[in-house]
């Protein structure tokens, strides 16, 4: 079984540009996160949808950062424009539930890691 | 609200000694309790859950966990640690639902020849 795929792995850039991660679920995973990891802290939920609906953004900084899941499969975050404490590793995660329910896994991939000079 | 509090940011230990990582939480309803791990340059893969039922988790690498829901903590422990141990671990804990899970600072153990 694939795991979750995200790209780009590293990605350089300077303040005020622009970014986008991409990332595909596990196939048949119907929930689908993004968390954010700065270094030296814990992943921190910035989305997570249920299918192609939003779930919780509560921690989204809506003003640079967007996200979507067009077709409730691949997702697509994006940053614009980028400060520099943007700089961290983001995560995307999917699982399998379908609805409110009990404590599935949640599968991550490896990481897009994004360093802002 | 939930949150989960890992005391230790850095744990050394030699190499077939055991080792207990802490992790508190707080919630105000029932909760679910994970342990992922992350080896370098790579994301977080499960270790051990607690959903219901015996309060001792068990790892298939060795580690185990134990509810406490008196003392509102969930410690990872291994009886006898490998080189290949070393690695960060967090904490995890979710209500269910729809299921957000807020994780720990993290833990990383450093396991010494």
């Known amino acids: 079984e694939a795991g979750v795929a995200q790209s780009p792995r590293y990605k350089i850039i300077e303040k005020r540009q622009s970014v986008a991660f991409w990332c595909n679920p596990i196939?048949?995973?119907?929930?689908l996160y993004w968390y954010q990891q700065i270094l030296g802290q814990g992943p921190k939920l910035l989305i997570q949808f249920q299918n192609n609906g939003v779930v919780d953004d509560s921690q989204l900084p809506k003003d640079r950062f967007s996200a979507e899941r067009l077709k409730g499969v691949d997702s697509t975050l994006k940053i614009q424009p980028a400060k520099l404490e943007d700089s961290a590793v983001y995560l995307c995660a999917s699982s399998p539930i379908k609805e409110a329910g009990s404590g599935n896994t949640i599968y991550f991939g490896e990481g897009s890691w994004l360093t802002v000079v | 609200a939930q949150s989960v509090t890992q005391l230790d940011s850095q744990v050394p230990v030699f190499e077939e000694a055991p080792v207990e990582l802490r992790c508190n939480y707080s919630s105000s309803v029932s909760v679910y309790l994970f342990w992922y791990v992350q080896y370098p340059n790579q994301g977080l893969q499960l270790l051990l859950k607690?959903?219901?039922?015996?309060?001792l988790v068990e790892s298939i690498n060795g580690f185990e966990a134990e509810f406490n829901k008196s003392q509102t903590s969930f410690h990872l422990r291994k009886p006898s640690v490998h080189i290949s141990d070393t690695a960060e671990y967090f904490c995890a804990v979710s209500p269910g639902g729809y299921q957000k899970v807020t994780f720990g600072t993290g833990t990383k153990l450093q396991v010494i020849p």
């Open positions: 607690y959903l219901s039922g015996s309060t």
């Open positions: 196939s048949g995973h119907a929930t």
